[in-house]
């Protein structure tokens, strides 16, 4: 069954500092993994896509990465801002199938 | 502003009832998605199209359905509406398919009473 998990489910961090956010996928065959920044009540906003090729992607402050042998991904923020404080949803889709398998997030607080 | 429009913001209606919700992509853009959020099951692909025709089916279900109109604009048609259904609906665009980025619209909220 094509699954997206990941973790941590919730995390609290100050401002300033790095996390990494963890994605795991059974979906297959892969075609790209999206890492979307979601604020509550908005629609997400795209931060990275990688193909199957691809083991590193970055966007400013934020870093994406695909290992796609063991099916993991991580998004690492770098000197979190008060302004990354918002959901991060992990998306993979299958190849052929055009259809996009959505993880259940992680929800980031960073406190000043 | 991602540049994708949605109609309405906010809709209130009752069970069994029938509702339309629009969507304009961005300029340029010839795809066009639609996703359910709920507070229990996430964020969840619905359908999409590309230049009017359909091109890929989510868990959509029966009493859902889905258009995109010559001028590329799209609607999302949910009838028999139930309590279940109420969520947050969004529509996203990109230029083409496959890999690339979308961009999503404000969503419209749903609430079935």
């Known amino acids: 069954k094509n699954q997206v998990e990941q973790s941590p489910q919730s995390l609290i961090i100050l401002e300033g500092k790095n996390c990494t956010l963890q994605?795991?996928?059974?979906?297959?065959?892969?075609?790209?993994l999206r890492w979307y920044k979601q604020d509550t009540g908005r629609g997400p906003v795209s931060l990275t896509i990688?193909?199957?090729?691809?083991n590193t992607k970055s966007n400013g402050r934020y870093t994406a990465t695909l290992d796609a042998d063991t099916k993991q991904s991580s998004l690492h923020i770098t000197a979190s801002q008060l302004s990354d404080s918002a959901s991060y949803i992990c998306?993979?889709?299958?190849?052929?199938?055009?259809?996009?398998?959505f993880g259940t997030g992680t929800r980031l607080k960073v406190l000043a | 502003d991602s540049g994708v429009t949605q109609t309405p913001k906010h809709l209130i209606t009752a069970t069994g009832q029938r509702v339309t919700l629009r969507c304009s992509p961005r300029?340029?853009?010839?795809?066009v998605y639609w996703y359910q959020q709920s507070l229990d099951q996430g964020l969840q692909f619905l359908i999409q199209?590309?230049?009017?025709?359909?091109?890929a089916k989510g868990n959509i279900l029966e009493r859902f359905s889905a258009q995109q109109f010559p001028d590329l604009h799209s609607e999302l048609n949910l009838s028999s509406l139930e309590l279940g259904d109420s969520a947050l609906y969004f529509c996203?665009?990109?230029?083409?398919?496959?890999?690339?980025?979308?961009?999503f619209g404000p969503g419209t909220r749903l609430t079935v009473l």
């Open positions: 199209y590309y230049n009017g025709e359909e091109r």
């Open positions: 998306v993979v889709s299958a190849k052929g199938t055009y259809k996009y398998i």
């Open positions: 994605c795991n996928y059974t979906v297959s065959p892969f075609s790209n």
């Open positions: 996203a665009s990109s230029p083409e398919t496959g890999d690339a980025t979308q961009y």
């Open positions: 990688m193909t199957f090729s691809e």
């Open positions: 300029s340029g853009d010839l795809s």
